[in-house]
């Protein structure tokens, strides 16, 4: 049998609910532009890059370079002035206690988000220091549904991919989990079908159930 020594954590809708700051954010750039959109919409570029996410948000419509970037800077100013307002009492249902267990069975912690602001979003919810890699939106070329961010962690962490469980909102991160050959777990109502286990969130959960669930 397989002996799982890692879990590796998304970040915006698993362990906090950034994710709701970035559906706001881009809701604030397309009112501007005059753009329809919504969250169900906002559903489907969860996990993306920023880039991939924008092209989400255009549905096809043609803009300049330039433009593209503008917006992409704009998008990120008004995240960055919700984020700046988080603290460690923004941390997800069951989180503070999942990590904190997890580390006391002798797992070993990973973060694979696609954001370039994991780092300071770890900072503010003051858990930076659980985790033994972080690996962020500078970390790898080809972001979620590629499998390769989740795999840059697993070698920092010096794991193989199927000694790890990915913890993910997203269906495109359950995906990337998957092509990496990592096992699965599936948060909240977004994620979709997929992932080995599905739960609304990681309240009252332990991690030795989710291995006795897993393998
Ligand atoms: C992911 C989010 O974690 O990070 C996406 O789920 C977001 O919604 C992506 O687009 C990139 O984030 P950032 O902070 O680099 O724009
Ligand atoms: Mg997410």
Request: glycine content about 12%; cysteine-free; overall charge negative.
């Amino acid at each position: 049998m397989v002996e799982i020594k890692a879990f590796i954590f998304d970040l915006d809708g698993v362990l906090t609910d950034t994710a709701e700051y970035h559906y706001q954010a881009w809701q604030r750039l397309a009112d501007a532009e005059g753009i329809p959109f919504s969250r169900e919409e906002n559903d489907a570029m969860r996990g993306l890059a920023r880039r991939d996410s924008l092209n989400v948000l255009l549905k096809g419509r043609e803009i300049d370079e330039a433009t593209a970037q503008a917006w992409m800077v704009r998008k990120n100013d008004y995240y960055v002035a919700l984020l700046s307002k988080i603290s460690p009492d923004d941390l997800l249902p069951g989180v503070g206690d999942f990590l904190a267990a997890a580390k006391a069975d002798g797992l070993k912690l990973g973060v694979g988000s696609a954001s370039k602001n994991a780092r300071p979003a770890l900072e503010k919810l003051n858990i930076l220091s659980l985790f033994d890699a972080v690996g962020d939106g500078y970390s790898v070329v080809h972001g979620k549904p590629s499998p390769d961010l989740f795999v840059w962690v697993a070698g920092r962490l010096g794991i193989n991919p199927a000694q790890g469980v990915v913890f993910e909102d997203a269906a495109a991160g359950i995906q990337a989990a998957k092509r990496g050959g990592f096992y699965t777990v599936g948060l909240g109502d977004a994620v979709g079908e997929g992932a080995t286990i599905r739960l609304p969130n990681l309240g009252g959960m332990r991690p030795r159930e989710i291995l006795a669930r897993l393998v």
